[in-house]
């Protein structure tokens, strides 16, 4: 089943950090779309629970160097 979170990420500051955490976050098994919003520190995740629970998703973007959390 589809699920989307929201994460508040700190640390982004420029267009080469959406595309790291983008990255990062779209290499996990079960996302499926990943939309960065510099401006708001947000990011929107679609993904299969089952495959890449959230805590995946924030260590995903934590491994590349940002702060994550949910929102």
Same mark, same amino acid.
């Given at each position: ?22 990255? %990062?976050?779209? *290499?996990? #098994? +079960?996302?499926?779309? /990943? ?8 990011? %929107?995740?679609? *993904?299969? #629970? +089952?495959?890449?629970? /959230? ?8 491994? %590349? ?7």
């Amino acid at each position: 089943m589809d699920t989307r979170t929201i994460l508040d990420v700190k640390g982004m500051s420029c267009g080469s950090c959406v595309h790291h955490v983008g990255e %990062a976050l779209e *290499h996990l #098994d +079960g996302v499926h779309q /990943v939309e960065v919003d510099l401006a708001r520190g947000k990011v %929107a995740v679609r *993904h299969d #629970d +089952g495959r890449a629970p /959230v805590a995946a998703l924030i260590e995903a973007v934590t491994d %590349a160097g940002y702060d994550a959390a949910a929102a």
